[in-house]
């Protein structure tokens, strides 16, 4: 018999081999963003961590320009890429948040065809109807305008789905003690339905965000401003076509700030990452 | 479903429910109909005039030996991303749903990369198979396999199969444990008295329990590899070399953004279009019907 101790350890071996592979990428990323660009560019990166980390990373922030790339300060990236996760998880709950107490609060003529239209967008990411909906923006003049980066990427029924079946738990004897004590519809929603609804619209909060900062081929089609830029479009960018004689360093240390952020919010708000995950798509 | 005690409004209800329909409207519906109206029209070189071809544009597309191409390669890479990415998130959260020190740390080490954008996935992951100055990129080469990803068709297949993959772990690790977690302890305990192994339990109960969630992330994870893995493409490989990593969703991207042709992208757009309705109505039609649930 093994002793209890032990017996755990082949599970112990598997978890902690998958944690070192899913972090490897990272540390190498890490490590690149503490050595000088020719090192890296000949080759000889060694595997500990180097000279150059604060240097690199203040040229990321403040230029991200080396003997190779010119490419946008990369605090002026994550400022436009956390405006953009920020507009679109916001502006997903509001709308999303109002639909659906319409629909689970009133009864009115074409609820059902109005929830219908909602529900049919969970069919489509908006990656397949890109190019009508490309065309559509630039008829309406949105192309480099902050709207138009985050607006159609707000149209999916996924917040008023999670927001609905919460409401629908709701007693009805809440309604009906609020309708008693005379308060109405917008009444019920701002003392009651709003506040019952924390825990939801942190959960979806964390999602949205997530989902927002990681866009990529719609900033890539609708923003062509260099100012308008997100990180992460920013550091594709930056790297072009992947030659070996790069400045590999700003690249690497520009990653580390692109994927920070986004990595901090699943850490730290894993309870509310987790159940928006599994809320929103089940 | 409706619930008993409702407000009685005529106008309110419209006002909460604007603000979304717009937008479902403007940037859901209008796109849609352009698209299924602009795959049957086509448009001279100079955009000057445009006229009806009825089906035209999709037979160019269908008969396109390099949209077959591109079909192709979309269905090897997304057999290969959602059989790789089930199998190893399953092993993960079969391994992470045992009673053992530090479950909860596994967790949270196994479920970061879900923050990841693609794009960023694909960047990593360039700087380590880098053939000159990625770490294994060049420990594979002085063994004498001969390694570039930007030469080798199949290398720059697997570089982004494995890149997206990696990505998308983390999110089928939580969904597989959620699944494992809703199993009944009563059930486990059941099938241990009757002296199950270890295999014997995963296969014959486990397993059978999980299959809502397994064609769930079925669907997920072929929506995933057509759609988001754009960014990985775009960024590692450019489609290339050659045609070896041209999915369809990188096609309607170049043909319709690079080479201009709208009437052929808003064909393939619509066939995208059709193929994602196949999937998500068969996930509703069928799988949540007559799948075990817990």
């Known amino acids: 018999m093994i002793p209890k101790q032990f017996r755990n350890f082949p599970v112990h071996l598997i978890l902690i081999v998958a944690v070192i592979v899913f972090a490897f990428p990272v540390y190498f990323a890490f490590i690149g963003s503490t050595w000088d660009a020719s090192t890296i560019g000949r080759g000889q990166m060694p595997l500990t961590p180097g000279p150059n980390l604060v240097e690199n990373y203040t040229n990321s922030l403040t230029s991200a320009r080396g003997g190779r790339i010119i490419g946008n300060p990369v605090q002026a990236l994550l400022w436009n890429s956390l405006m953009m996760a920020v507009a679109i998880a916001v502006g997903k709950i509001f709308i999303s948040i109002l639909s659906a107490y319409a629909v689970a609060f009133f009864k009115f003529p074409l609820r059902m065809f109005f929830f219908a239209m909602i529900f049919l967008t969970l069919m489509l990411p908006i990656e397949v109807r890109i190019a009508p909906t490309?065309?559509?923006?630039?008829?309406?003049?949105?192309?480099?305008?902050?709207?138009?980066?985050?607006?159609?990427?707000?149209?999916?029924?996924?917040?008023?789905?999670?927001?609905?079946?919460?409401?629908?738990?709701?007693?009805?004897?809440?309604?009906?003690?609020?309708?008693?004590?005379?308060?109405?519809?917008?009444?019920?929603?701002?003392?009651?339905?709003?506040?019952?609804?924390?825990?939801?619209?942190?959960?979806?909060?964390?999602?949205?965000?997530?989902?927002?900062?990681?866009?990529?081929?719609?900033?890539?089609?609708?923003?062509?401003?260099?100012?308008?830029?997100?990180?992460?479009?920013?550091?594709?960018?930056?790297?072009?076509?992947?030659?070996?004689?790069?400045?590999?360093?700003?690249?690497?240390?520009?990653?580390?700030?692109?994927?920070?952020?986004?990595?901090?919010?699943?850490?730290?708000?894993?309870?509310?990452?987790?159940?928006?995950?599994?809320?929103?798509?089940? | 479903m409706q619930r008993r005690a409702v407000f009685n409004n005529r106008i309110l209800p419209y006002f909460l429910l604007l603000p979304q329909l717009v937008i479902t409207i403007v940037f859901f519906f209008w796109p849609a109909s352009q698209a299924i109206y602009q795959s049957v029209?086509?448009?001279?070189?100079?955009?000057?005039?445009?006229?009806?071809?009825?089906?035209?544009?999709?037979?160019?597309?269908?008969?396109?030996?390099?949209?077959?191409?591109?079909?192709?390669?979309?269905?090897?890479?997304?057999?290969?991303?959602?059989?790789?990415?089930?199998?190893?998130?399953?092993?993960?959260?079969?391994?992470?749903?045992?009673?053992?020190?530090?479950?909860?740390?596994?967790?949270?080490?196994?479920?970061?990369?879900?923050?990841?954008?693609?794009?960023?996935?694909?960047?990593?992951?360039?700087?380590?198979?880098?053939?000159?100055?990625?770490?294994?990129?060049?420990?594979?080469?002085?063994?004498?396999?001969?390694?570039?990803?930007?030469?080798?068709?199949?290398?720059?297949?697997?570089?982004?199969?494995?890149?997206?993959?990696?990505?998308?772990?983390?999110?089928?690790f939580l969904f597989f444990l959620a699944g494992l977690q809703s199993v009944p302890p009563a059930v486990i305990e059941a099938a241990m008295i009757d002296g199950a192994s270890a295999w014997k339990l995963f296969r014959s109960v486990l397993f059978p329990l999980l299959s809502p969630t397994t064609f769930?992330?079925?669907t997920i994870n072929l929506v995933f590899s057509f759609f988001d893995t754009f960014g990985v493409i775009h960024a590692l490989t450019h489609g290339g070399p050659g045609r070896s990593t041209t999915t369809l969703m990188y096609k309607v991207y170049m043909d319709g953004y690079v080479n201009l042709n709208l009437g052929l992208s808003a064909a393939q757009s619509v066939i995208l279009m059709i193929i994602v309705s196949v999937l998500v109505w068969f996930q509703f039609r069928f799988v949540e019907g007559k799948v075990h649930y817990t």
């Open chain 1, 134 to 282: 490309y065309k559509v923006m630039s008829d309406l003049g949105l192309i480099n305008t902050f709207a138009g980066l985050t607006i159609p990427l707000m149209a999916s029924a996924t917040g008023t789905l999670l927001f609905r079946q919460f409401f629908l738990t709701i007693p009805d004897e809440y309604v009906e003690a609020a309708k008693i004590d005379g308060a109405g519809p917008l009444r019920f929603f701002w003392s009651i339905a709003l506040p019952l609804s924390r825990t939801n619209i942190a959960a979806l909060f964390v999602i949205l965000f997530i989902y927002g900062w990681n866009q990529y081929l719609w900033p890539l089609l609708v923003t062509t401003s260099r100012d308008m830029e997100t990180i992460v479009i920013g550091i594709v960018k930056m790297m072009g076509s992947g030659e070996a004689q790069t400045d590999w360093n700003i690249i690497m240390s520009s990653t580390v700030l692109a994927l920070l952020p986004p990595v901090l919010v699943v850490v730290l708000m894993q309870q509310w990452f987790v159940r928006g995950l599994v809320q929103t798509e089940k």
């Open chain 2, 41 to 172: 029209l086509k448009q001279d070189p100079f955009g000057l005039r445009t006229t009806f071809v009825y089906l035209d544009n999709f037979q160019t597309v269908l008969s396109d030996p390099l949209y077959i191409e591109s079909f192709q390669v979309t269905i090897v890479f997304s057999v290969l991303v959602t059989l790789f990415v089930m199998s190893l998130a399953l092993l993960f959260a079969v391994m992470a749903d045992r009673q053992i020190r530090g479950a909860q740390t596994y967790k949270t080490l196994l479920l970061w990369p879900y923050a990841l954008a693609p794009a960023v996935a694909a960047v990593l992951w360039m700087f380590i198979f880098h053939p000159s100055i990625g770490v294994f990129g060049k420990a594979i080469n002085s063994t004498g396999i001969k390694w570039d990803y930007q030469l080798n068709g199949a290398q720059a297949l697997l570089l982004v199969v494995v890149a997206s993959s990696w990505k998308q772990i983390a999110h089928n």
């Open chain 2, 216 to 218: 769930y992330l079925i």
